[in-house]
Structure formats: structure tokens, C-alpha cells
């Protein structure tokens, strides 16, 4: 049925009408109606709460209606859809998690985990005919291939929820029911990572290697307990994401705007101080330091990193990853890097006090220090660095400035329509008139964003450079009032007005924008 007559007979019809966004919310019951035969029948069953809900897009097809509902065993609750979203949103599935819903319905026996130090490759998931191992299997397979940075497996009174962390956002994916299941697969994940299977009282920590298109990417572990057992985030370590392969990282290809890279650029190249990245776990953070790595090594000077762990090679430098069971924590491997003649450092993460300390006393000793820390935005970094017990002249003396990044969810090209901003979203932004007549834009959910609207990411940055007027009145405590006007005047942009700018663009949506940036 073409998209036109589906919209003529869904406005006549006397069924609830389903839209793809609210299809994407619903859980797939793949148990009683699995992918396949939803695909050939041109239907689908779903949980909702506990009702069971079968969406289809031919109210005239009174056949379907009656196989679907001897299929489900139990009263059905029907909506209808528009052709395309049906179309879109079992194309998704299929894409998605084409083995987990094989898996799911079927029983896991006794003992059926994995053998330690067995080794991963998912490029054989149907051929192990343990349940249990080809879920887990599936599920990392299915998380790399759609470009997931975690996974989320969460124990629940029924079975598991099993979630990706898609451009900075948790999608469902699938729930296997049964606790067994969810039991062997948390086991699986911890013989795989070395952890203890017979504790379940405490939090574990692991990791260990998969092959994936014939390169090896490593999967953090952390098994967590809660009221319905155990549930495991695995974090998606693959160097390749950062950037293909026989290519250097550079700047440009992160989508920063270019006034903020000229500003970045000539923090960078500074002969001496340090130069800190701040933001949420996630917000890319390292990949924007590997960048100014590649850009600033040119051959003639001593650049080592320590990191935990290396994310990205960069050749020619010298890389140090923390083991912290070996006794290598970044303050000790900072204190030898600094008897190994180094021009230029980067610390994967400030932490602790006595790493902040080591890297402030090597900016103010004829070093570059690069590195990150964990703060809302660049004026959350001189709080920060006062709890620990960082002397702010010191500190001030030492920066050359901060940068403060996010990534914003961008329009998905395929499905964007104009949009006109409504006066909540006017009120809540605090938009001018100006930037209320930009030319906005949203995505209405497609096949080739997955329903979401949206399809990649971008980055914002707020940039503070310190000049001699900030640091007097940093290191005079001076009101933080005082300090975001001076830096104002001297150009930092805050987060916020940066997103703005992009959503005005048509470059992402203003529910995004007041989604990740806070107003400060």
C-alpha cells in the first residue's frame, strides 16, 4: 500500500494511530511474533506494560488481524501505522539486532557460559550453539556495527534489558526474558573479563578483546549489583572510530567551528604551560587532545602521553598506558616521564590532587602539559582544582587556558523538515528575535536515522584563554559573576550560545541544544 492511500485510510480508520517515534518506544515481544515473520506478514507485536500491542499498516487485512492473534495466545490491542514508519521501523530491527532476536526466545541450559581465556570473534556469532554465547556475542556484534560507544545489559524482574549508547543516547534494543538468561549472560561477561563469577555482592571491574572486521577492539567491563541480580556496561574502545585507517587525526575532521579551532590552535602552540579539556564522560574530550597531538608534532620535539588507557596511536609518540595493579598511577608515571627529557605532555585524566600538583609544577618549569578533567564548564575548573588543594596563583600562573566541549546530536540530512520554534521552546532558550528567525529544523524518523531524527554528531566548545586580567581576579577569588563578564569581553562564548548557533543553522534541533548545554 503506497504512503498516500496509507494516510487517507489511517485518518478514516477507527484504530489508535502508532507513529514511528512511539514504535521505538515500545518493546518488541520478538517471543511471540519473532522479526521474520513480522517482516513477511507486514505487522508487529509488542509489550506494553502488560498489554500486548500489534501494530500493522492494512486495516483491510482481516487475515493478518487473525493469525496475529492466535499467534500472541493472549487479548490483543491494535494500532496502525504508516506504511513507510512500518516499513522504517522493521528495517531498523533488522539492522539492529537481526541475532539477538534469535536468541531471545530460546532456553539457556545449565553451565553454558564460556571457558576462560576463550577468545572472541564475532565473526562466527551463529555457528556456537550455546544460547547464552550467542547472545552476548550478537549483542557486541550488533553495538559495533551500528557505532555504539557502551552497552547496557540490566537485570530486570522478567529477564534483561539490553540497551546501546547510540551518538550519547541509551536505544533499546531487546529484552530476553527469563532471569536465567540474564544471569548466564552477566557470567559469560565476567569469564570473558577474568572476573570472579561466584561474587555477586560487590562491583567488578575487567576487561578483555574481540575481533571485529578483522582488527581487535577492547570492551571495558562493569558488573554492578542490583535488586534484580547483576548488570554489566560494557564501554566500546575502538581506535578505528577516531579516525579510518591510513589517515592522521587532525582538528578539522572533529566539526568544531573555525573561529574555535584558530583559538584552540593558538592555545596549542604555546612553548610552555598547560592547556586543559574539560566535559562529561563521553563528550570527546581525548580525541580532541590526540588531535592537537597530531597537529603539533612536527618531529623535533620530545612528546610523551600517559594514558589509561592508549585510545589511539599516535606514531612517533611516546605512549605510557596506566596500570594501576602494577603500581603505575598517573602522579608516579608522571614523575618519570619528567626525567625522560619531555617538550610536551599529555595526561589522559587529572584526578587526584598529587597528579594536579605534578602538572602545574611541569607547566611552570618550561613544559606543555595537555590534559582533561571532569567539570560542568571552563569556569567549573578553578573550583575543581581549589578542592584539590591546588594553589590558584600557582594554577593561574601555569594555564594557558580551557576548553570546554559537547556533542550535539545533528539533523538526520534524509528526513529534516523546517520547522517553526514554538514559544515554549523561545521562553525556555531565552532565544532573541534574531535567533528565533533562523532557519530550524528537525527530523521526522527514517530508515536511515532508525526513527531517532537524528544521524551523527557534532561538537561545540567554550573557549577561555587567560590573559593578565583573569588571573588577578582568579587568583584573588574574585565573584565568579566577575570573571564570566571579563571573560566575555575578551570573546569566550559559552556553551550554550554555541549550540544555539547551530540549531539556528539547522544543524540540530533546540530539544537538543536544551538537552546537553545548561544555561549558566
Known amino acids: 500500500m503506497n504512503a498516500p492511500l496509507t494516510s487517507a485510510v489511517l485518518n478514516d480508520a477507527d484504530y489508535p494511530i502508532a507513529t514511528l517515534p512511539q514504535l521505538s518506544r515500545l518493546t518488541p515481544a520478538f517471543d511471540r511474533l519473532p522479526l521474520a515473520e513480522a517482516q513477511a506478514r507486514r505487522c508487529a507485536l509488542f509489550r506494553d506494560g502488560q498489554r500486548l500491542v500489534a ?11 487473525r493469525w496475529v492473534e492466535a499467534r500472541a495466545g493472549d487479548p490483543v490491542e491494535w494500532r496502525l501505522a504508516n506504511a513507510d514508519d512500518l516499513t522504517a521501523w522493521l528495517r531498523r530491527q533488522e539492522q539492529s539486532a537481526p541475532a539477538l532476536a534469535a536468541v531471545v526466545t530460546q532456553k539457556v541450559g545449565a553451565g553454558e557460559t564460556a571457558e576462560r581465556g576463550e577468545d572472541i570473534s564475532l565473526a562466527r556469532i551463529g555457528q556456537n550453539t550455546s544460547p547464552v554465547v550467542r547472545l552476548v556475542n550478537a549483542t557486541i556484534h550488533n553495538a559495533l556495527k551500528l557505532g555504539a560507544s557502551d552497552i547496557h545489559l540490566e537485570a530486570t524482574r522478567a529477564g534483561l534489558d539490553i540497551r546501546f549508547r547510540i551518538d550519547g543516547v541509551l536505544e533499546k534494543m531487546g529484552s530476553p526474558a527469563g532471569r536465567e538468561m540474564a544471569e548466564q549472560a552477566v557470567s559469560r561477561l565476567k569469564v570473558l573479563a ?13 576487561r578483555f578483546p574481540v575481533r571485529f572486521a578483522g582488527r581487535s577492539i577492547d ?3 562493569s558488573i554492578m549489583p542490583s535488586i534484580h541480580g547483576e548488570d554489566a556496561v560494557l564501554r566500546i574502545l575502538d581506535k578505528r572510530s577516531l579516525v579510518p585507517e591510513g589517515e592522521a587525526l587532525r582538528l578539522e575532521g572533529l566539526g568544531f567551528a573555525a573561529a574555535d579551532l584558530a583559538r584552540m590552535r593558538a592555545l596549542a602552540t604555546q612553548p610552555y604551560g598547560m592547556l586543559l579539556v574539560t566535559g562529561p564522560t563521553g563528550s570527546g574530550k581525548t580525541t580532541t587532545l590526540y588531535g592537537v597531538l597530531s597537529e603539533i608534532h612536527n618531529g623535533r620535539d620530545k612528546i610523551v602521553t600517559i594514558e589509561d588507557p592508549v585510545e589511539y596511536e599516535l606514531p612517533g609518540v611516546l605512549q605510557i598506558p596506566v596500570n594501576d595493579k602494577k603500581g603505575l598511577s598517573f602522579a608516579r608515571g608522571l614523575r618519570s616521564i619528567l626525567r625522560h627529557d619531555p617538550d610536551k ?3 589522559g585524566e587529572i584526578r587526584d590532587a598529587e597528579t594536579a600538583e605534578i602538572a602545574v609544577q611541569s607547566a611552570l618549569t618550561g613544559h606543555l602539559v595537555l590534559s582533561t578533567v571532569h567539570a560542568n564548564h571552563v569556569f567549573d575548573v578553578f573550583s575543581r582544582f581549589a578542592h584539590m588543594g591546588i594553589d590558584p596563583y600557582s594554577l593561574t600562573s601555569a594555564l594557558n587556558g580551557v576548553w570546554a566541549q559537547r556533542l550535539l546530536r545533528t539533523v538526520c540530512p534524509h528526513c529534516a523538515e523546517s520547522v517553526i520554534p514554538s514559544s515554549h521552546d523561545i521562553a ?5 528575535a534574531e535567533l528565533a528567525a533562523g532557519d530550524f529544523r528537525q527530523g521526522k524518523g527514517c530508515n536511515e536515522c532508525r526513527g531517532t531524527g537524528y544521524r551523527g554528531r557534532r561538537a561545540v566548545a567554550e573557549i577561555l584563554a587567560l590573559d593578565d586580567r583573569l588571573r588577578f581576579l ?6 565568579l559573576a566577575e570573571i564570566k563578564s571579563e571573560a566575555r569581553l575578551q570573546g569566550t562564548r559559552s556553551l550554550r550560545d554555541a549550540a544555539l548557533q547551530l540549531a539556528c543553522a539547522g544543524q540540530t534541533t533546540l ?4 538537552r546537553v548545554t545548561l544555561q549558566h
Open 345 to 347: 605532555i599529555m595526561i
Open 219 to 221: 570492551l571495558r567491563v
Open 428 to 432: 525556555t532558550l531565552n532565544l532573541s
Open 511 to 514: 530539544e537538543e541544544v536544551a
Open 55 to 65: 501494530v500493522f499498516d492494512n486495516p483491510l487485512a482481516a487475515d493478518v488481524q
Open 194 to 206: 577474568e572476573l570472579d563469577i561466584a561474587e555477586r555482592r560487590v562491583p567488578q571491574d575487567g
Open 474 to 479: 582568579i587568583a584573588q577569588r574574585a565573584p
